[in-house]
């Protein structure tokens, strides 16, 4: 049996807050984005099978404007509380966070116009930045005392981040100088590392972690932790290994290995829901538990697409379920708790009577956000399953409003949070020093 994060003395050890709000505000922002762009892009979403255009232009705003993000701004934040480490420098999350969005904007206009001069310099400071928040997180990881699976979990993630960003660098030169033998499958390695590797690691580890945060209970199943990090180690290696060397059966046992995974972290996270101390489970397990669904589904549509059984929409069903159904829907189940968690910690921090977290919350817009992501998820899912660009058209603007709504929330708490901190204190003092 083994503890959630020790939260004492978590104040020496969060980064000052700009920094985790700014990879997080971009985040949010993002998220309207990368809905848009689906809408916008609809015609060609469904026929989708890789190479540059508004669809790869439209995943990337998802993939490194909200899911790298996100993930970055609370790894940064999160793992020194959670891990009992010393915060990292704040030079270094700055500067990863200046090469992310200029490089992110230019290798989305490079994508989106197909001009390879952009996706080159796109990709040569979206690279870099990653170089260096790998360098900067592995510090933080090196000597942790944290529970060994949620550590070797993120160490596999980091891992995988950093040879998904060098292949994502091969691609774009692949474009001018063509020496790759096999450019197609190469991005599909890419794809494979940065979302079941780095994603989806971060999303295990950090699950163990921020569930029992969440519940408040203990995590129970230490071998369960230890059998779900295994088996995703086992499932990327052997679909790595397997896709690269063109070997369907070894790809086939990396997927079992995956589904095996995917199955025992449910397990583990419906013990821990299960034993939780905390009666009523906030609104974000409606998000956190449908995620839970996608991860398995996105795992059999990648049966579907190697054993060939799949209609010629199929790539792009097996993406949407990916990203947007697993990665997008825990995300934004994660983020609506951890901004007015942190938010209520900065107001503790700044030296006034700390804001309850939820104070800061605003319902009305987290319930028009759920409503619009699920009808987004099974409109955009049918039109791309039916090839009707009008359904993933009309799917994606659903999901671009509560992605909106979203964005209300999170200034919602903005707004309050300085509220908080202007209004006099019981003792008749004005803003805390
Ligand atoms: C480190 C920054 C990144 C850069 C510079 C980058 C760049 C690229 C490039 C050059 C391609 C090849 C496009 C082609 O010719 O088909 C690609 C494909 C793709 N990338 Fe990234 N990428 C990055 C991060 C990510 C991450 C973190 C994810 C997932 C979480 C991701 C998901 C995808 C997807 C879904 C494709 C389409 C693959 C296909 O063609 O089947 N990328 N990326």
Redesign the pocket.
């Given at each position: 049996m083994f503890a959630g994060p020790d939260i004492g003395g978590a104040g020496q050890r969060l980064l000052p807050e700009r920094i985790p709000m700014r990879f997080f505000g971009t985040a949010v922002a993002c998220h309207v984005l990368a809905w848009l762009a689906l809408a916008v892009a609809a015609d060609d979403v469904a026929g989708f099978?890789?190479?540059?255009g508004p669809v790869?232009a439209g995943?990337?705003v998802l993939?490194?404007g909200v899911?790298?993000m996100t993930a970055m701004g609370a790894s940064l934040q999160m793992l020194p509380v959670a891990l009992g480490r010393p915060a990292p420098s704040t030079t270094a999350c700055n500067v990863t966070y200046w090469l992310l969005v200029p490089?992110g904007v230019l290798?989305v206009y490079g994508?989106a116009a197909i001009a390879v001069t952009f996706?080159v310099a796109?990709?040569v400071l979206?690279?870099s930045?990653?170089a260096l928040y790998v360098a900067t997180t592995a510090r933080v990881l090196r000597g942790a005392e944290g529970s060994r699976p949620v550590v070797l979990h993120l160490w596999a993630g980091f891992g995988s981040?950093a040879v998904?960003?060098a292949l994502?660098?091969i691609?774009?030169l692949?474009?001018t100088e063509g020496f790759l033998p096999d450019?197609?499958r190469t991005?599909?390695v890419?794809?494979t590392l940065?979302?079941y590797g780095?994603?989806g690691m971060l999303a295990l580890g950090f699950s163990q972690v921020l569930v029992p945060m969440f519940t408040i209970a203990m995590v129970l199943g230490r071998r369960l932790a230890e059998g779900a990090l295994w088996s995703a180690v086992a499932g990327l290696v052997l679909a790595v290994v397997g896709l690269t060397l063109d070997l369907p059966l070894v790809v086939g046992a990396g997927l079992i290995a995956g589904l095996c995974a995917a199955g025992l972290h449910v397990r583990l996270m419906m013990e821990t829901v299960r034993t939780r101390m905390r009666k009523r489970l906030g609104e974000e397990f409606v998000l956190i538990r449908a995620s839970w669904i996608f991860l398995p589904v996105s795992l059999v549509l990648g049966f579907g697409l190697l054993l060939d059984v799949l209609p010629d929409t199929g790539?792009a069903l097996f993406?949407f379920a990916l990203?947007f159904g697993w990665?997008l829907t825990l995300l934004v189940g994660i983020l609506q708790r951890i901004l007015p968690f942190l938010a209520s910690m900065h107001t503790a921090r700044a030296g006034s009577t700390p804001a309850a977290p939820s104070k800061l919350i605003a319902e009305t817009p987290l319930k028009v956000h759920r409503r619009c992501h699920f009808a987004a998820l099974t409109v955009v899912g049918a039109g791309i399953a039916l090839d009707v660009p009008d359904l993933v058209r009309a799917g994606a603007a659903a999901g671009a409003v509560g992605a909106a709504a979203f964005a209300w929330f999170a200034v919602t708490i903005f707004f309050r949070t300085q509220t908080h901190l202007s209004a006099p204190t019981a003792e008749g003092k004005g803003k805390a020093p």
């Open positions: 099978v890789g190479g540059p790869l995943v990337h993939t490194l899911l790298v490089g290798l994508f996706i796109g990709a979206t690279v930045a990653v981040l998904a960003a994502a660098l691609l774009s692949d474009y450019h197609l991005a599909v890419h794809v940065g979302s780095f994603m790539p993406g990203l990665l």
